[in-house]
């Protein structure tokens, strides 16, 4: 594809050349970028041309956390973000069950405790009056804990005698022990008892979450799922319709069965690629199943949950080491960050990477770890956007060491690469969001005033570079993305108004107006 932009604001991310004027398109590459009269010396016309004075160009976006099929199977589901009551959840959720015949399941997400006027944790007795007919399933807004009614655990056959899962818990009435309807880190207890989608719905799945992003501005994603989500995104590479890049990361338990399928470290092509296995350390914050080192403040007895004991971890992660794949490691709690990286430092002294390895959340790290990652390699794949949501509970629960919370500032200061993602469907896929968030520190509202630790407040530019430049190298392909640069790929975000020259507010409503991946135009603004 061949396309000349002339006039225009360029943000290229290249050290050597980082604002520009004018970039010409050749063959789906970048063929020059600078001023109007370098480019129009060094290309002669060729495709469109295009005069965008006003507006900002950047490389592609890309999201390095997203669950992506899920995001587009989760916008059928019941949405209960932001809601601020179990009351509201209740109106929701009985509004499904007018609409769903009598004995499908009932699945929705977003719930959050702490956001309720009443934050106590729900339980099936929220549910059951209202839901008689219909299993349901309720995922908490971190996706680390589920909230089920009676019917539900009848279908799992989940009772007073059955075990802890391991690596999670079955919260009890503290009398008879019945479950109470809130399960922690094992939502497959009830997850794998609702049908399965099939192929063509997981390709539909796919099809809505990559026309949101691509509106979005998204070039590419990384994306955490199954075996069965990467069949999906195979299946619509060899239909012609995946456009967006999608790096995949496999889950670690599903290594040994990839291989007969002919996926290995580093294969794929330049719109489906893999390199990664996915790992858990611990669960989240708000569900109190983020591992610390020390107790979390409301409870001196409660300091998180161990995903896998450490022994474990790290025979797992040396496992995928050995078979060539680096690791990312699901990490939010203190001492879950000690255990990856004591994990990783382990494997490699047997197995070097390939690709960096990488840390997922790390939403809290003791100031002595900080190091290990820039020793190690590790690459700390954060969300931004986390903080409007989670800085109430967070200093209710973690306290004093909040100041080592969320702490981007002190990771890019200390030399190790971070890249920005949005984790969704836990959060929106809009790194409008994750730019506001990292610049301010601050709810759209603006709370809390100034910023919390207004000292690890990031500027623009490295928020830029936080979606663009690392996570082109964690995934192998920083020769040909993640900059605007001569012989690199033509993968553009186009905003319609320069961001550099507004404040941070008005980011949130600065639409792209163009999508461009390598010189075509997938998305424009009508």
């Not at 020793?375 to 509970?393: I, K, N, Y």
Request: charged fraction near 20%; include cysteine; glycine fraction near 8%.
């Amino acid at each position: 594809m061949n396309l000349t932009i002339y006039s225009t604001e360029i943000f290229t991310c290249d050290p050597s050349r980082p604002r520009a004027e004018a970039i010409a398109v050749r063959d789906g590459k970048i063929a020059a970028v600078g001023s109007n009269t370098h480019v129009r010396n060094a290309c002669a016309p060729d495709g469109p041309v295009l005069e965008l004075p006003g507006r900002l160009i950047t490389p592609g976006f890309t999201d390095a956390h997203t669950h992506f099929n899920r995001l587009g199977q989760s916008l059928g589901w019941v949405s209960l973000k932001g809601l601020s009551s179990i009351a509201a959840c209740r109106e929701k959720i009985r509004t499904a069950v007018a609409q769903t015949p009598p004995g499908q399941w009932i699945v929705g997400l977003g719930w959050n405790h702490n956001q309720w006027t009443d934050p106590r944790e729900p339980t099936r007795s929220d549910l059951d009056d209202i839901t008689p007919d219909h299993p349901v399933m309720m995922v908490r807004a971190c996706c680390h804990s589920i909230w089920v009614n009676t019917r539900a655990l009848d279908v799992a056959g989940i009772t007073a005698a059955s075990p802890e899962p391991p690596g999670g818990k079955i919260d009890r009435e503290p009398r008879t022990g019945h479950p109470t309807g809130l399960i922690r880190e094992a939502r497959n207890l009830i997850q794998n008892h609702i049908p399965a989608p099939t192929l063509e719905a997981r390709k539909a799945a796919l099809v809505t979450a990559q026309e949101e992003a691509l509106r979005l501005g998204f070039t590419g994603v990384h994306t955490m799922e199954s075996l069965d989500e990467w069949e999906a995104a195979h299946a619509l590479e060899q239909e012609g319709r995946l456009k967006i890049r999608l790096y995949h990361l496999f889950q670690s338990d599903e290594l040994d069965a990839l291989a007969p399928r002919g996926i290995a470290p580093g294969s794929g092509s330049g719109h489906l690629w893999f390199g990664h296995a996915k790992f858990f350390a611990d669960g989240s914050m708000g569900a109190k199943t983020a591992l610390m080192h020390d107790p979390y403040e409301d409870d001196p007895d409660d300091f998180g949950i161990p995903f896998l004991e450490p022994a474990v971890l790290c025979e797992r992660v040396t496992h995928a080491c050995s078979l060539g794949w680096s690791v990312a490691i699901h990490a939010i709690g203190d001492k879950a960050v000690t255990h990856a990286l004591d994990a990783i430092a382990h494997a490699r002294k047997k197995f070097p990477a390939n690709l960096p390895d990488r840390i997922e959340h790390i939403q809290v790290c003791r100031p002595e770890d900080v190091h290990r990652f820039r020793e190690l390699g590790v690459v700390a794949s954060v969300q931004p956007v986390f903080v409007p949501t989670d800085w109430p509970a967070a200093e209710r629960l973690w306290g004093q060491r909040c100041r080592n919370g969320y702490a981007w500032k002190t990771l890019l200061e200390a030399g190790i690469g971070t890249q920005f993602g949005s984790d969704c469907p836990i959060e929106p896929i809009d790194f409008r969001l994750g730019l506001h968030a990292a610049v301010t520190r601050q709810t759209v509202g603006g709370d809390p005033e100034g910023g919390w630790y207004p000292d690890q407040r990031l500027t623009l530019a490295q928020g830029v570079r936080g979606f663009t430049v690392q996570p082109a190298l964690t995934s192998g392909k920083g020769a040909l993305l993640g900059m605007l640069a001569p012989g690199k790929w033509a993968d553009m975000t186009i905003f319609r108004h320069n961001l550099f020259d507004l404040k941070p507010d008005a980011w949130l409503s600065t639409e792209a107006e163009m999508t461009v991946v390598q010189g075509e135009i997938v998305f424009r603004q009508s």
